[in-house]
Nanobody, 127 residues
Framework: QVQLVESGGGLVQPGGSLRLSCVAS????????IGWFRQAPGKEREGVSY???????????NYVNSVKGRFTISRDDAKKTVYLQMNSLKPEDTAVYYCARGYGSSGSLNEYEYDTWGQGTQVTVSS
């Protein structure tokens, strides 16, 4: 069964950090790009970051402008896990965060280029 499971969310004060994990099962993670998305209450789902598959010689990563310099995506294929390190968190980062498996090898911030989604993990940034 193809599955993605997120963890690592929680309540954190502004300026704090969290590391989200996305564990893959039922498929070979190496072959796929993985994206992180988020959805805040009353808002549409937004692409946050993605990392290309391990088929490329070097990984390619990208971020939405609002998190550049604060968030870092990485992958450990041996552990079948993709991480999202989130630093300098702001209240506007509050959302449910999802990881997803992408088509092709590059990755995208477009949710329609992903075919398998995790159940999400809540991140709340508040004092």
């Amino acid at each position: 069964q193809v599955q993605l499971v997120e963890s690592g969310g929680g309540l954190v004060q502004p300026g704090g950090s969290l590391r989200l994990s996305c564990v893959a099962s039922g498929f070979t993670l190496d072959y796929y790009p993985i994206g992180w998305f988020r959805q805040a209450p009353g808002k549409e789902r937004e692409g946050v970051s993605y990392i290309s598959s391990s088929a490329r010689r070097t990984y390619y990563t990208n971020y939405v402008n609002s998190v550049k310099g604060r968030f870092t995506i990485s992958r450990d294929d041996a552990k079948k896990t993709v991480y999202l390190q989130m630093n300098s968190l702001k209240p506007e980062d509050t959302a449910v965060y999802y990881c997803a498996r992408g088509y092709g090898s590059s990755g995208s911030l477009n949710e329609y280029e992903y075919d398998t989604w995790g159940q999400g993990t809540q991140v709340t940034v508040s004092s």
